[in-house]
DNA sequence: GGCGTATCGAGAATGTGTTATCGATATTTT
DNA sequence: AAAATATCGATAACACATTCTCGATACGCC
């Protein structure tokens, strides 16, 4: 009766950061209650379906008002990790790395990248958006002694897989990656692939029917 | 009966990359032909659902043997639009516009970026990568005469919004976003997606589950 | 040359995610 | 204060994707 949580779809997961930033920005204008059918229609997306995601996230709300945003905020952030800072390591110092580095967002969902890694002897001292760049093979003796959790690949394909079981040694938990590969890591470890390829074909395969259907 | 190749369904699109990909390696080797079986087993997928995203692109292969590796890397090119180069345009010459343009496989999926647009004076009239970095305001005039149908967003949230605009004013057909923001565009236009924050979500809530579980 | 086996292709069954329906409840209005 | 209405929460129907099952076919083996 404790953990009422049960597993959510990965469709509902990825919806959430979608409510959480409208309800954040709905919170800066001084709203203090949004609805289900509010946040659907700014989000073209079904009232019910928005229910159903809030719900999972353990929400109540009240009939013809709907949810506080304050708690609602809290609730997505505690359902999906976000209330503590983690730290993360990014192995790979490229054009990728650098812009994740760089990218200030992070810090509102709890990911702190505190190091990126790299073998570029021309890279490593340096420092990238203000976090070091270090060799390679420090990684293990840091991940473990720091508790880092959370590994971001952005390394070249030829290179990923070597990362992530180095990374697996180093008491990694989860991995996020970037690079154009699929990995093959233990069952234990929590594997987030961002596919640019993937989203590219479902993009230029429309606009091939689309083009074709205006020929 | 000149069309026979219905609707694909987005998960199929996304998996089909990465049968290209695994099918061009292999071709590398000198391999003539592949089986479902096979891909099945190197992606860890189903082989039935590896035949059927298959059959979706057209492509036959033989009983016992398989597909022929040529056929079936040329069908899924054809399928997702990657015969003929197309040109594209990126909008936001930060620091993942720069990891975008810098990115050299896009060449394989026949995707060209052949010019980025800023708003800032100071990246206005360099290059990146190669490719010039132009004023935002030229956009509109140069694709229409380029014929450019992709537009690539990688400026900020607060600017993605009328950049979108601009594009479909400019006659870009697809728009392929990287900020972290809903963009509003007509039905005509395709979009694609891709929310960092989506798959953060993913990566965290498991990760949050796992560590609970060991605790 | 016939037989066994692996794979293809199509149809059925299962499971999952989405959308629709309905009663309950709290706020607004008269 | 009572009626009307909008929203919540739960259940049910639907649609879609995945997986299973089966017959057909081509290659290797005896």
Known sequence: MSDELKTASIPSLRRLPAYYRFCKQLAETGRQV????HIARELHLDPTQ???????????????????????????EGYLGWTNTTDAFLAGAGNLGAALMGYPGFADYGLNIVAAFDEDPAKIGTTL?????????????????????IGIVTVPASAAQSVADLMVLSGIRAIWNFSPTRLDVPDSIILEHVSLTASLAVLTSRLAESLKRSS
């Open 34 to 37: 949004v609805s289900c059918p």
């Open 50 to 76: 928005v229910r159903k995601d809030l719900a999972m996230t353990g929400m109540v709300g009240k009939p013809r008002v709907g949810y506080t945003i304050g708690e609602l905020l809290a609730g997505i």
């Open 129 to 149: 958006h203000g976090r070091p760049v270090l060799a390679m093979d420090r990684l293990p003796d840091l991940a473990e002694r720091m508790h880092v959790h």
